[in-house]
């Protein structure tokens, strides 16, 4: 009913492929653009500031993770890390003088070298062996970057992010920093949208289904496990560089640690496996909400609903909060984004219960 | 679901009420943004100090509030996730906050840029960024107490005093934390033994600091004549234990600013007898503002937390922040009238001088260029029940500390351009 298949036909190959064959869809799509690029005029700056930005930026970082974990099957907890190794050594082109837009493909390709030489160690091992030799990069760069002054900037251990130019326009405020979050997030979730008509997606589904059937089926499991890794750590080494230079603007070990890490991975597993509306999702439930539910908790207790001492106050939003993962779970384990599907396929064929096949 | 739509109904009609309640006082709130770490890192610290900011604030408006203005105080926690403490911040900005608080110092270091740009004062007692105190870099970050590399200088002229021969030949010990805040003081230490001519060794333990029988171990081979710990939370009553059990005298042994009642407690208190650590705020019950609090506050049941916190060191340091900024935003009603806004706060927190908060702080003295506040402190000892003073307030080496302070800050200026 809503998402009106009638006068769909697909005349010719590239019809077929459409990313969004439905109206509907497209429509959809068309009004969130709409809302994004309108967001910094419409929304007061605290929500533009503290949380689309984030929003945007840890979807990306999602994205990247998802390519790997998602669509390649390949678990990695150090994720953060891997944004760190971006964020840092951007920063220390843009000061050598490099312009942004070289030094935030050249901090992708540093997060990708390195990301891929813990690839090649993690090939050797899968499952739950991958996640502890990921976990030990981990500890490894998290050590690296703390310890190595020239990395850290110094005893205080902070790095401010430099003034910088985007395509000779200098990038102050909270506008123009968005803009920039947007247009890379936009191009990295274009990027994951096609992956899953390429041939490369493709054999990133056979190799995450069963590595050896793939190898048998022609697959070069070993080339395409090391594809993911690059092309994920690039993603997530670009990702780590919006963080530092749009939102943080400075940047510290603490920022990277391995709760970003588990964060990321959480994001991924509750938004949806594979599914690139899953990470926006994932990243909104994983980041915003305990800071809505801090906030809730915080007016109820204000309108004196909650007669509880602070430190008992502060630890509502996390029962909350850890209820509300279990639950998603739960209830629909293939995430946030089998949710939506669930409704559009509701809706698909309502006011009828069942589509005829 | 009905259920819920009801309570939320409640909660919105309570909640104007409250509103309306407040707007019937004569002039307007003063308000002050609280985002602290109640559930991860800074556990240790963080309720004891939110509870002497509550207190000190309830004490402040009972008395009439500043010049007639009451005073309110936002808490929430933030998990010690920079993110979260972003979005408190951006919040305590539009709802007109003049002052914020974080206790965090990766929370504060992710703020500080934002609160520079946008002139919004933040307080960072005893964390943070120890080149803060240079107020020419940073403008609206508020110390107001001793840096870390205060406190060295502090421990040190200590042990100096203690060691009537000299420190020549002497050997010192520093057992910290391996991470940016345990290897922030070496540089003063070793300075310092470059002057005085003792031996200086670093022992560090990893972090979290459960476990650190190795670290102790070493240093047990090394045997030194005094040893510094530097650590915070979990790590530091461990340090204790491992001193005591590789029998290092507790008399010997001196720890940076964050140990406390509690830690001595857990230790054992009659077993932590003669341990030595730097405080900048009196702890205990005997300074005025604690017992105004105890009579006005606590008695009258509005305390914020159990009575029996009340006095410990960290809720001590909790109410020297707030009588700080209420001392600070006094002078600029005085100064440069009503409104307060950000700015004007920041010149009353500039102006104040000699202020002890009725014996509570040393005296602190806070100009444009100096936000740390003079830096002095003091060496205080264990006695099995309390905290008690070895030595008066007093600053040393600050030559040491701000050379320290104005190349780490101008390292800072050029980072961000």
Not at chain 2, 39 to 51: D, L, P
Not at chain 2, 161 to 180: C, H, T
Not at chain 2, 204 to 218: D, I, K, L, R, V
């Amino acid at each position: 009913m809503f998402y009106r298949l009638a006068g769909i036909r697909h005349t010719s190959y590239a019809a077929d492929r459409a990313l969004w064959p439905v109206p509907v869809d497209r429509w959809q799509i068309g009004v969130l653009l709409a809302l994004a690029l309108a967001a910094p005029f419409v929304l007061p700056n605290l929500y533009l500031s503290s949380y689309l930005l984030p929003w945007i930026i840890w979807s990306t970082a999602a994205l990247g993770l998802n390519l790997l974990m998602g669509w390649a099957g390949q678990i990695h907890l150090g994720y953060a890390a891997v944004m760190a190794i971006g964020a840092y050594g951007t920063i220390h082109l843009v000061r050598a003088g490099m312009p942004f837009e070289l030094a935030i493909v050249a901090g992708g390709l540093l997060s990708a070298v390195i990301g891929l030489v813990f690839g090649f160690a993690a090939l050797r091992v899968k499952g739950l062996y991958l996640a502890i030799s990921t976990l030990a990069m981990q500890y490894l760069v998290d050590w690296i970057i703390s310890h190595v002054p020239a990395i850290s900037g110094g005893s205080q251990a902070t790095l401010q992010a430099p003034n910088f130019r985007v395509l000779g326009l200098p990038v102050a405020g909270d506008f123009a920093r968005y803009y920039v979050a947007l247009a890379v997030c936009l191009l990295v979730t274009l990027f994951l949208l096609n992956v899953g008509r390429t041939s490369f997606g493709r054999a990133l589904v056979a190799v995450r289904e069963k590595d050896f059937a793939a190898a048998i089926l022609g697959v070069n499991t070993f080339y395409f496990k090391l594809l993911a890794f690059w092309c994920s750590s690039f993603l997530g080494g670009v990702s780590g560089v919006l963080l530092a230079f749009c939102y943080y603007r400075a940047v510290t070990p603490e920022q990277f640690n391995l709760d970003v890490s588990i964060q990321a991975v959480a994001m991924v597993i509750v938004g949806g496996m594979g599914s690139v509306m899953g990470s926006y999702l994932g990243a909104a439930l994983v980041l915003l909400a305990p800071i809505v539910l801090n906030n809730l908790v915080g007016t109820l207790a204000q309108a004196g609903a909650l007669p509880v001492s602070q430190e008992i106050l502060s630890h509502i939003p996390l029962i909350l909060y850890g209820g509300l993962i279990v639950a998603f779970l739960l209830f629909e384990p293939l995430g946030l984004a089998k949710v939506y599907d669930n409704l559009r396929n509701y809706f698909l064929v309502w006011p009828f219960r069942h589509a005829r096949h | 679901m009905r259920k819920m739509i009801t309570g939320l109904a409640l909660a919105a009609g309570l909640s104007a009420t409250a509103l309306a309640s407040a707007a019937a006082q004569d002039k307007a709130p003063i308000k002050v943004g609280t985002a602290l770490d109640f559930t991860a890192v800074y556990t240790f610290v963080t309720a004891e100090y939110s509870q002497g900011q509550r207190d000190y604030i309830a004490l402040l408006n009972a008395k009439g509030g500043i010049k007639g203005h009451p005073v309110e105080i936002m808490v929430v926690d933030t998990g010690n996730q920079p993110q979260r403490g972003i979005e408190a911040y951006e919040r305590f900005k539009s709802e007109g906050a003049v002052l914020v608080d974080f206790l965090s110092t990766p929370v504060s270091r992710a703020v500080v840029p934002r609160a520079l740009g946008d002139g919004m004062n933040v307080v960072t007692m005893f964390h943070g960024r120890s080149d803060a105190a240079d107020g020419k870099v940073f403008p609206t970050i508020f110390p107001m107490t001793p840096a870390y590399w205060s406190q060295a200088t502090a421990i040190v002229k200590y042990i100096e005093g203690q060691e009537k021969g000299g420190l020549k030949g002497k050997r010192i010990a520093l057992v910290m934390i391996d991470s940016p805040f345990g290897r922030e003081p070496v540089p003063v230490f070793e300075e310092l033994s470059k002057r005085l001519g003792y031996e200086f060794a670093t022992f560090p333990y990893p972090s979290p600091g459960n476990e650190q029988s190795a670290t102790w171990t070493q240093l047990r081979r090394d045997k030194p004549d005094w040893t510094i710990i530097w650590g915070a939370g979990g790590g530091q009553p461990v340090s204790v234990r491992e001193a005591m059990r590789n029998g290092v005298p507790l008399d010997h042994l001196a720890s940076v600013i964050w140990i406390s009642e509690t830690d001595a407690n857990i230790i054992g208190a009659d077993q932590t007898k003669g341990l030595l650590r730097f405080e900048g705020v009196a702890s205990g019950k005997d300074p005025a503002v604690i017992k105004a609090i105890q009579q006005e506050v606590v008695a009258k049941g509005k305390a914020a937390g159990p009575a029996e916190k009340v006095g410990s060191t960290y809720y001590n340091i909790g109410v020297a922040s707030m009588a700080l900024f209420a001392e600070g935003a006094r002078r600029a009603l005085d100064k440069e009238g009503e409104p307060l806004t950000p700015a004007k706060l920041k010149h009353g927190l500039e102006s104040i001088k000699d202020f002890t908060a009725d014996g509570l702080l040393p005296p602190v003295t806070i100009t444009s260029e100096d936000h740390q506040g003079g830096g002095r402190g003091r060496i205080a000892a264990w006695d099995g029940s309390k905290w008690t003073a070895k030595s008066d307030w007093s600053a040393a080496y600050q030559d040491i500390v701000w050379n320290l302070v104005h190349k780490s800050a101008e390292e800072f200026k050029a980072s961000g351009k």
